[in-house]
């Protein structure tokens, strides 16, 4: 059977910073290790006044395209992931395909377009769309663009504003490859949740305990789901672990709980036993407060351990070193995590092809799917390509009271006037209104 997964991938992050162990800090009078150490994060990436969702996927997506040598006929399926939208009708796709058709001759006419929505999950969803597509041979010889954008934008004061991150990133997906082939096999966790959501609303309403713990739970259930079609999964199985990261210590959550189930009856949970005992089991309590207190405790002393901080630092870790410095991407953020951890490798001048990767995706309200990824030989060159430290590095460095005008430009009810902190060049921006309330946009050379 012929391999289908991601054969590229490119990323364009928003053209402005927001330094949190600085100006963010200052400004809320907090001590700057509560981000840098507590979220783990440093800074945010953000729009500048003629960027928006529609101009980072387009700019993603012809870096790609041109990148690969292709032509709007070399691709059959444009789907967007979002949860950022800004039309309860006309998908994002359509834009993004309008964008591209400025640049290139011919047209995506013939492109089946549409629009995913499942909060952070739907990037990820997308590309199970891609994959089935091109499994039915229905592709005719062509591959699926699948963009995920967002700008992950929250009320001021809110206490997910210090998470805020703007974003693309744009995947090829294929026949052949060169960059990850996706397992058959996938695990799913998903329930009727209230955890995080936008009710006709730009941004979001959150019940941040219980998006944590909706999170540790739908991980949990797609990670049960995933071994009962592909076995059991153990730690020397995989070399890393992308998870969604609306930041990296929720990641660090979902790791420990991750640890903790694979290695439970296992040698490793033996060699551990030795120093903090053994997990606690359920049927050995009265009642389930005792046993929930029993893991918290055993979680914190785990997490302690020599044995799980290794495991951490190799195959999780090497994820987050981009989401650091840019903030939440909502669809985009898992798809950053193993750009992250490629990138990681590549760095290292580690060759990973053949190895597997355990990917862990999750959106609000609520669902996770977990599946595999096997790194193929064209690996090392498609990484090698991105430019994502240039990117964050030339970024615009804000001060407060400019982020509060950036913050003002984008959002929906007040959509202030703003000079541009940058200046466009190679790429797309928006360009005003339309007849009908669209937005219209242009290429910039």
Same mark, same amino acid.
Request: proline share 3%; charged share 30%; glycine share 8%.
């Given at each position: 059977? &012929?391999?289908?997964?991601?054969?590229?991938?490119?990323?364009?992050?928003?053209?402005?910073?927001?330094d949190l162990?600085? &100006?963010?800090?200052?400004?809320?009078?907090?001590?700057?290790?509560?981000?840098?150490?507590?979220?783990?994060?440093?800074?945010?990436?953000?729009?500048?006044?003629?960027?928006?969702?529609?101009?980072?996927?387009?700019?993603?997506?012809?870096?790609?395209?041109?990148?690969?040598?292709?032509?709007?006929?070399?691709?059959?399926?444009?789907?967007?992931?979002?949860?950022?939208?800004?039309?309860?009708?006309?998908?994002?796709?359509?834009?993004?395909?309008g964008?591209? !058709?400025?640049?290139?001759?011919?047209?995506?006419h013939?492109?089946?377009?549409?629009e995913?929505?499942?909060?952070?999950?739907?990037?990820?969803q997308?590309?199970?769309?891609?994959?089935?597509?091109?499994?039915?041979?229905?592709?005719?010889?062509?591959?699926?663009?699948?963009?995920? /954008?967002?700008?992950?934008?929250?009320?001021?004061? %809110?206490?997910?504003?210090?998470?805020?991150?703007?974003?693309?990133?744009?995947?090829?997906?294929?026949?052949?490859?060169?960059?990850?082939?996706?397992?058959?096999?996938?695990?799913?966790?998903?329930?009727?949740?209230?955890?995080?959501?936008?009710?006709?609303?730009?941004?979001?309403?959150?019940?941040?305990?219980?998006?944590?713990?909706?999170?540790?739970?739908r991980?949990?259930?797609?990670?049960?789901?995933?071994?009962?079609?592909?076995?059991?999964?153990?730690?020397?199985?995989?070399?890393?672990?992308?998870?969604?990261?609306?930041?990296?210590?929720?990641v660090?959550?979902?790791?420990?709980?991750?640890?903790?189930?694979?290695?439970?009856? /296992?040698?490793?949970?033996?060699?551990?036993?030795?120093s903090?005992?053994?997990?606690?089991?359920?049927?050995?309590?009265?009642?389930?407060?005792?046993?929930?207190e029993?893991?918290?405790?055993?979680? %914190?002393?785990?997490?302690?351990t020599?044995?799980?901080?290794?495991?951490?630092a190799?195959?999780?870790?090497?994820?987050? /070193?981009?989401?650091?410095?840019?903030?939440?991407?909502?669809?985009?953020?898992?798809h950053l995590?193993?750009?992250?951890?490629?990138?990681?490798?590549?760095?290292?001048?580690?060759?990973?092809?053949?190895?597997?990767?355990?990917?862990?995706?999750?959106?609000?309200?609520?669902q996770?799917e977990?599946?595999?990824?096997?790194?193929?030989?064209?690996?090392?060159?498609?990484?090698?390509?991105?430019?994502?430290?240039?990117?964050?590095?030339?970024?615009? %460095?804000?001060?407060?009271?400019?982020?509060?005008?950036?913050?003002?430009?984008?959002?929906? !009810?007040?959509?202030?006037?703003?000079?541009?902190? &940058? &200046?466009?060049?190679?790429?797309?921006?928006?360009?005003?209104?339309?007849?009908?309330? !669209?937005?219209?946009?242009?290429?910039?050379?």
């Amino acid at each position: 059977m &012929t391999a289908v997964g991601i054969d590229a991938v490119e990323v364009w992050t928003g053209n402005l910073k927001l330094d949190l162990a600085e &100006t963010f800090a200052d400004e809320k009078g907090k001590d700057p290790a509560y981000f840098t150490k507590g979220l783990g994060l440093r800074a945010s990436s953000l729009p500048d006044s003629y960027e928006d969702i529609v101009t980072m996927g387009a700019n993603a997506s012809k870096k790609l395209m041109d990148r690969k040598g292709l032509e709007p006929d070399d691709i059959g399926r444009i789907d967007v992931a979002t949860e950022s939208s800004f039309d309860n009708s006309k998908p994002i796709s359509t834009y993004i395909a309008g964008c591209l !058709e400025q640049v290139y001759e011919g047209d995506f006419h013939h492109a089946n377009k549409g629009e995913r929505k499942f909060a952070c999950i739907a990037g990820t969803q997308s590309i199970d769309d891609a994959y089935n597509w091109i499994r039915a041979g229905r592709n005719r010889g062509r591959a699926a663009l699948v963009v995920a /954008t967002d700008t992950a934008l929250y009320a001021r004061d %809110d206490s997910g504003e210090a998470t805020q991150g703007a974003g693309a990133v744009a995947m090829l997906i294929d026949e052949d490859p060169d960059l990850v082939e996706l397992s058959t096999e996938q695990g799913y966790g998903s329930a009727d949740e209230t955890d995080f959501l936008k009710p006709n609303q730009q941004f979001p309403s959150v019940d941040g305990k219980r998006s944590v713990q909706v999170y540790l739970a739908r991980m949990r259930e797609a990670l049960e789901d995933y071994e009962s079609v592909a076995g059991d999964v153990r730690l020397e199985d995989f070399i890393y672990a992308p998870f969604h990261t609306p930041y990296p210590g929720m990641v660090r959550k979902a790791a420990a709980l991750a640890y903790r189930h694979v290695t439970r009856d /296992t040698p490793v949970e033996e060699e551990l036993a030795e120093s903090i005992g053994r997990q606690p089991r359920r049927e050995s309590f009265d009642d389930d407060g005792e046993y929930e207190e029993a893991v918290r405790e055993y979680m %914190d002393a785990l997490k302690e351990t020599e044995q799980y901080q290794d495991w951490y630092a190799a195959t999780v870790d090497p994820t987050l /070193t981009i989401s650091r410095d840019v903030g939440n991407w909502y669809t985009g953020s898992v798809h950053l995590a193993r750009v992250s951890a490629l990138k990681t490798a590549l760095e290292s001048d580690r060759d990973v092809a053949g190895e597997s990767m355990l990917v862990a995706s999750y959106g609000s309200g609520a669902q996770a799917e977990i599946h595999g990824e096997v790194v193929q030989d064209g690996w090392a060159d498609e990484i090698a390509a991105l430019d994502v430290d240039e990117q964050i590095a030339e970024r615009y %460095d804000l001060s407060w009271a400019e982020y509060e005008q950036v913050h003002d430009r984008h959002n929906h !009810e007040m959509d202030s006037e703003l000079e541009e902190f &940058t &200046t466009p060049e190679a790429e797309f921006v928006f360009d005003g209104w339309g007849r009908m309330g !669209e937005r219209k946009y242009t290429y910039v050379e």
